[in-house]
């Protein structure tokens, strides 16, 4: 796998003339095209969110700033969300996004306890996508049922956050805002 991720950043590199992807960058990319393992959509406790597809990942790289692939790297300021515009030409196409963001330290839980349940999150993202009628929420994991499937729902735990839907033929919006204040005033995110 790191071999991988490091053949990745190459190829950006050759791409984008020498230039480096975040570290947030990579990860959201490997998540984003990672083949799904286990018996149900989504991440899970067991199988993480899923196989290390590098094929995968080189096309959205190489395709990236095309009609199906972008790769984004953005900071995020106190109170103003950002969105994305996107289209959707073909009926029951699979629209996907994910938000990968490096969250500043939080004090630990005291006293230590073996899996904390307690959200450490920072700064609190939240990525939607809307259209058709419909807001896709992320991806949520139940730390006290850890061998549940995962659910949709408003992720208060990760600094990964990924929504997918079957689309129709239109327009939606990628929206990534937060919750409360952002420490520092703004987050850089992938």
């Known amino acids: 796998?790191?071999?991988?991720?490091?053949?990745?950043?190459?190829?950006?590199?050759?791409?984008?003339?020498?230039?480096?992807?975040r570290a947030?960058?990579?990860?959201?990319?490997?998540?984003?095209?990672?083949?799904?393992a286990g018996d149900a959509a989504g991440p899970d406790y067991e199988y993480g969110w899923g196989l290390l597809n590098t094929y995968k990942a080189a096309q959205v790289i190489s395709e990236s700033g095309g009609v199906n692939h972008w790769i984004i790297e953005g900071n995020l300021s106190?109170?103003?969300?950002?969105?994305?515009?996107?289209?959707?030409?073909?009926e029951g196409a699979r629209v996907s996004a994910t938000l990968v963001w490096h969250d500043p330290p939080a004090n630990p839980v005291?006293?230590?306890?073996?899996?904390?349940v307690t959200s450490m999150l920072v700064n609190d993202?939240?990525?939607r996508l809307i259209g058709g009628g419909?807001?896709?929420?992320?991806?949520?994991?139940?730390?006290?049922?850890?061998?549940?499937?995962?659910?949709?729902?408003?992720?208060?735990?990760d600094n990964v956050e990924q929504v997918?839907?079957?689309?129709?033929?239109?327009?939606?919006?990628?929206?990534?805002?937060?919750?409360?204040?952002?420490?520092?005033?703004?987050q850089d995110y992938s």
């Open 78 to 90: 106190q109170g103003a969300p950002e969105t994305v515009q996107i289209s959707v030409a073909e």
């Open 1 to 21: 796998a790191s071999g991988s991720l490091l053949l990745l950043q190459q190829h950006y590199q050759n791409l984008n003339g020498g230039g480096s992807m």
């Open 24 to 36: 947030a960058t990579l990860k959201a990319l490997a998540i984003h095209t990672a083949d799904e």
């Open 134 to 157: 419909n807001t896709a929420l992320p991806w949520v994991l139940n730390p006290a049922q850890p061998a549940a499937s995962a659910s949709t729902g408003d992720n208060i735990r």
């Open 110 to 116: 005291l006293p230590p306890v073996l899996d904390p």
């Open 164 to 186: 997918e839907l079957a689309g129709t033929v239109g327009n939606y919006t990628v929206q990534i805002s937060h919750k409360g204040l952002l420490d520092g005033g703004s």
């Open 125 to 127: 993202l939240d990525l």
